[in-house]
């Protein structure tokens, strides 16, 4: 089945019908000649094919275009209804702007594959808001790889980018009008980028809802782990995109729960004030998760539902007890289930055929709780963890030492799925923080895992890594007993 579709293209109005599964960067390049935005890894690694995506924001009170870079090797067509696509070519319609005049003069520059995504990663940055400084910059560019160049031509042209950008205005509106009065944005395109344009379907109903069930219904978050596996289009796969069902979308207080939609992407989540005041500290744990565009269009309920046995997001959110609602797609039924009995194999779930996650639910919205994250891969950023495990408790202090509550642990990487370490959490409950309760819940928590050797690990070391990483979670929730120097002396 056609979906209506109706976006801007660089201030342009498009409307064209697609039957879903192809992706933004294919069309650009091979319908509308934008060969700007180039074509690299294909996967969302190296940023070759960013372009700045319009979005209306989750909070409907916002009030503003949130833009956003992503990866459009990953961006169904079909999902942009009601968006505006800015390319490379969009921003260079007057001429070489700033940030570009700074690529080109620190010499950062040499094959140019990779420009076009720095410069739109560096846009989007300045687009966002936020203080503005070079590191600020150097992060905005964690999913861009050059392969000729070397990075310290980069750094020197974002060092000297940085101070011309220090004082942007918070608003956004004001934002965009000084982005536009020193060139970054050319005039006519700012001006089209201040809103958007209507959608040509307010998709309530599914294209597969209007029908009888289609044989293959897929329901899709931000598609950054789908196109991964499906580079090709899929006609006969109708697709359920979850952002564009507004009751999806944000993050929510409800009944003393908080409600995070399927829409939620991984940046929302770490944004959420909501999210920060539950789950003290884990917005540190950002920088451990993919990169900026991937963020900006992953979800956490995609993260979950396709079940990598090493999901981040999925981790975390196991410490933090969260249960799901899966709801009928072709029905009003719902039902709740916990996210440790979710998982019940490799890539198996307790979610049926008919039934997509409406929400994830962190109970006890009004009962915060510590958070500590930690992940081993072969690179610092953007890849794949090996281990990964969280912890979430709350702390009671008292005279003596802390004494730990609701703890739960989680592991990854070390199982056919996400393991919840309920033995481990079941022993640290109630008790006080000291050297032995370390080593014992670290014992325990490798004791939990059933892990099998593959190229990011063997069998032993992912088990040792556990017990190490659990011990490490302790470290950082509670610097103040240097429990370090009885643990490893
Ligand atoms: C370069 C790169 C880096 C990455 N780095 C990380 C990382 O560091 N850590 C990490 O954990 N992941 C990482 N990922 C994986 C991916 O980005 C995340 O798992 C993300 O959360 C997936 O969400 P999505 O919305 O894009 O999923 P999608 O691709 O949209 O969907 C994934 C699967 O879930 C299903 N699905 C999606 N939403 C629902 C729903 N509401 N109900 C039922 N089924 C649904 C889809 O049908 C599909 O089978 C990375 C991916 C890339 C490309
Ligand atoms: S082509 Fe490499 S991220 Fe899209
Ligand atoms: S300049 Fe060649 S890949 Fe960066």
Redesign the pocket.
Known sequence: MHMSLRFRLNGRLIELKESGGAVLLDWLRREEGLTGTKEGCR???CGACLVLLGEAPADPHAGKVEWVPV?SC?LALGDLDGRHVVTIEGLAADGPTPVMRALHDQNASQCGFCSPGIVVAITARLLEGGSIHEAALAAALE?NLCRCTGYAAIRRAVAKIAPDFADLPKDFSERLAALAERGVIPPALAESMKDLPPAASHQKATPAAEGSPASDE???????????RHPDPEPETEFEF?DRQRK?RGIHKVDGRLEIG??A??REFFASRAVRALAQGIESFEV????PS?RA??????????A?P?????AMLLALDARLRLKERHGEATREVALRDFFLGYKKTA?RDD????AIILPDAAVPRRVAFE?AAKRAR????AVNTAMACRIEEGEGAPVLRDVRLSAGGVGPTPLFLAAASAFAEGKAVDAALVREVSRLAAAGTSAMSDARGSASYRTTMVERLTTAHFLRLFPELKLEEELFA
């Open positions: 996967e969302g690694d990866t990953l999913g897929r329901t899709l978050g931000g598609g950054t782990d789908w196109f991964v979850v999806l399927a829409a992407t991984i451990d998760v993919a990169s991937i269009r992953g979800t956490l309920a995609g993260n979950i539902a396709n990598s090493v999901a981040d997001m999925t979610a039934e997509r996650i409406d992940k953007l890849d794949i963890a």
